[in-house]
């Protein structure tokens, strides 16, 4: 659906995608803290709750957008269509980017206005060592390998539950937290709370998730093989986007006895090949 999708539309999705799971994120993190002192049973509380959020997320928004919420997830889409696959162009990628940062951090405000916090405040947790830029690294690479991944053997339909699933996984299994998305991190850097980041300590993250991003592209072409090509119609689909299953609609004016095209619809162009959520995502 992205390929009859115009652009400001997708790029409001994105925007509005990511807020939405700031608010989960950074809101779940506020109530468990408050709901108890024990920090794994607040871990438990925050993760379970990002990841159905996030999957929710990436359901809803997927079929507009893709649901990338993830500037990695977005750089990798255009890597593929730089190297003659699928994916977003330059001005597309630019535009979701955007979109993204602004969604996090008007998430994130929303998420402390909520809670009755007061909004904009620095997060002063400082998040340091090289062993959580490691974390960064499998928990994006990871990330981008489960994506792409699942659009590269056409199991699309299953992104938003893997996503969901890894995620809440990740924020257990990696010594960061399974930051795993630049926008996110910039976002949690406005809340001072259980998920945030403080300032200083986003250079290290923000540029672990970069390398991550690249580390899992390179997974998928050494299991997968090398990008797909020729059959991209621009703008291609995300692969966070959910694939439609309906016929292909009718013009009213269309000649009874026309010759079948020999094009690919834009639909079955627009297969994903890179990309979501999503997320994702993407906590």
Same mark, same amino acid.
Do not use: C, K
């Given at each position: 659906?992205?390929?009859?999708?115009?652009?400001?539309?997708?790029?409001?999705?994105?925007? &509005?995608?990511?807020?939405?799971?700031?608010?989960?994120? &950074?809101?779940?993190?506020?109530?468990? %803290?408050?709901?108890?002192?024990?920090?794994?049973?607040?871990?438990? %509380? /925050?993760?379970?709750?990002?990841? &159905?959020?996030?999957? =929710?997320? @990436?359901?809803?928004?997927?079929?507009?957008?893709?649901?990338?919420? /993830?500037?990695?997830?977005? =750089?990798?889409?255009?890597?593929?269509?730089?190297?003659?696959?699928?994916?977003?162009?330059?001005?597309?990628?630019?535009?979701?980017?955007?979109?993204?940062?602004?969604?996090?951090?008007?998430?994130?405000?929303? $998420?402390?206005?909520?809670?009755?916090?007061?909004?904009?405040?620095?997060?002063?947790?400082?998040?340091?060592?090289?062993? =959580?830029? @490691?974390?960064?690294?499998? %928990?994006?690479?990871?990330?981008?390998?489960? @994506?792409?991944?699942?659009?590269?053997?056409?199991?699309?339909?299953?992104?938003?539950?893997?996503?969901?699933?890894? &995620? $809440?996984?990740? @924020?257990?299994?990696?010594?960061?937290?399974?930051?795993? /998305?630049?926008?996110?991190?910039?976002?949690?850097?406005?809340?001072?709370?259980?998920?945030?980041?403080?300032?200083?300590?986003?250079?290290?993250?923000?540029? $672990?998730?970069?390398?991550?991003?690249?580390?899992?592209?390179?997974?998928?072409?050494?299991?997968?093989?090398?990008?797909?090509?020729?059959?991209?119609?621009?703008? %291609?689909?995300?692969?966070? #986007?959910?694939?439609?299953?309906? !016929?292909?609609?009718?013009?009213?004016? #269309?000649?009874?006895?026309?010759? !079948?095209?020999?094009?690919?619809?834009?639909?079955?162009?627009?297969?994903?090949?890179?990309?979501?959520?999503?997320?994702?995502?993407?906590?």
């Amino acid at each position: 659906m992205t390929a009859r999708t115009s652009l400001p539309r997708r790029a409001a999705a994105e925007l &509005i995608g990511t807020a939405g799971l700031l608010v989960v994120v &950074i809101g779940s993190g506020i109530q468990s %803290a408050q709901l108890s002192v024990d920090s794994g049973v607040a871990l438990l %509380a /925050n993760s379970l709750a990002s990841g &159905i959020g996030l999957g =929710l997320i @990436i359901t809803l928004f997927g079929p507009l957008s893709g649901a990338h919420l /993830n500037p990695v997830v977005t =750089l990798t889409s255009w890597w593929a269509r730089r190297t003659g696959g699928e994916g977003l162009g330059g001005r597309d990628a630019l535009a979701y980017t955007a979109a993204q940062l602004v969604g996090a951090v008007g998430g994130a405000v929303l $998420a402390e206005t909520m809670f009755g916090r007061t909004p904009g405040v620095f997060a002063t947790q400082v998040r340091d060592g090289g062993h =959580l830029l @490691i974390g960064e690294v499998v %928990a994006t690479a990871g990330l981008v390998l489960v @994506i792409q991944g699942l659009g590269r053997t056409g199991r699309q339909r299953f992104v938003p539950v893997a996503v969901a699933a890894y &995620i $809440a996984a990740a @924020i257990w299994f990696t010594s960061s937290g399974s930051f795993a /998305n630049p926008a996110a991190t910039v976002g949690r850097s406005f809340s001072d709370s259980f998920t945030g980041i403080a300032p200083q300590s986003l250079p290290g993250f923000v540029g $672990a998730q970069l390398v991550g991003g690249v580390l899992g592209v390179g997974l998928v072409g050494l299991l997968y093989g090398g990008t797909r090509t020729g059959r991209v119609t621009a703008p %291609a689909e995300p692969a966070g #986007a959910l694939p439609e299953t309906g !016929p292909p609609p009718h013009t009213a004016d #269309a000649e009874p006895d026309a010759e !079948p095209t020999t094009e690919p619809d834009a639909e079955r162009s627009a297969e994903a090949g890179t990309g979501t959520a999503a997320v994702p995502a993407v906590s």
